[in-house]
């Protein structure tokens, strides 16, 4: 990522860089950005009048893209995206036969490969691009909260879901809510001793947005989790937690976004767990006794 003094982002997060900024690029860049994305590798060995071509732009905005993601020359930005493009083929061990985005001709077996791949990069790279500083915030946040109160919208709904019964299972007290009105009545009502988390995978969905605006208002603090360090959900929240996800055509299957998002949530509700270990556990052990009907202590 970038340095707040614009010092060119990693090798190793080049790609995860231009994925949080794509919502806000003006068009002719987002054109650019997306050309990257979609092959890193062919485009690391285009010179700049090819790429400004190929995106239907100029130059200039191919130049004021790299300046933009922190690099001086257009040569260091393909170096670093041939350097990551050939980490992530390592990473994922995907035969180049079944790398890239899910096509309409593809065997199962193919699905497999690129749904498996897509998906441990997706955790991967959400692993790195982690402020574990926020995630550090976040957990005494809800630590100290006497209430958690967990939204999104669609598959992030699922998402809140399970985090809600993970806090359960220790003693915390968590609500979900199962549509808009229901989480904004609820945000109005909480205070300082309260957290409120929405999760939005874009960062720009309206109902969390007003949700963490209205438990902010209230008193709350609030705990944002998207793909976007820039989202306004990001920039509404006390906290930020950003995943690194990557999707295919098939977007509206939530594929790795909401395996990024189950990954923040667990490292979330593990520190939780952690900050206050023998509650916790004492608490595992009595509500899986209460399931099972027996005590799991070795």
Not at 94 to 123: F, Y
Not at 171 to 180: I, V
Not at 209 to 226: H, M, N, P, Q, Y
């Amino acid at each position: 990522m970038t340095t707040d003094d614009g010092a060119r982002p990693t090798a190793r997060m080049v790609l995860v860089h231009i994925r949080s900024v794509l919502p806000s690029l003006p068009p002719a860049e987002r054109r650019i950005a997306q050309a990257i994305l979609a092959d890193p590798v062919a485009v690391a060995g285009w010179p700049v009048t090819r790429l400004a071509a190929f995106c239907d732009t100029s130059t200039t905005s191919v130049v004021r893209l790299c300046r933009r993601l922190g690099y001086t020359r257009h040569q260091d930005l393909r170096l670093d995206l041939t350097r990551e493009s050939a980490r992530e083929t390592l990473v994922s061990a995907a035969p180049s036969a079944v790398s890239g985005d899910i096509d309409q001709e593809d065997t199962l077996t193919d699905i497999v490969a690129k749904v498996a791949r897509n998906e441990a990069l997706a955790i991967s790279d959400t692993a790195s691009a982690l402020d574990v500083d926020a995630l550090g915030r976040a957990v005494a946040a809800v630590s100290a909260a006497r209430r958690i109160d967990v939204f999104g919208v669609g598959a992030s709904a699922f998402v809140g879901l399970d985090l809600q019964q993970k806090l359960i299972r220790i003693g915390r007290t968590a609500l979900t809510w199962p549509d808009s009105h229901s989480a904004w009545t609820s945000a109005t009502l909480l205070d300082s001793g309260c957290v409120a988390i929405g999760i939005s995978h874009t960062g720009q969905t309206a109902d969390t947005l007003r949700f963490l605006s209205l438990a902010a208002a209230a008193g709350a603090t609030t705990v944002a989790i998207s793909n976007h360090a820039g989202a306004p959900v990001a920039e509404a929240a006390d906290i930020a937690l950003t995943t690194a996800a990557r999707e295919t055509r098939l977007r509206p299957g939530a594929l790795g976004s909401r395996i990024a998002q189950l990954m923040v949530i667990d490292c979330l509700f593990t520190g939780v767990a952690q900050a206050s270990y023998g509650q916790s556990i004492d608490a595992l052990r009595q509500t899986y006794a209460a399931v099972h009907g027996d005590d799991p202590t070795p």
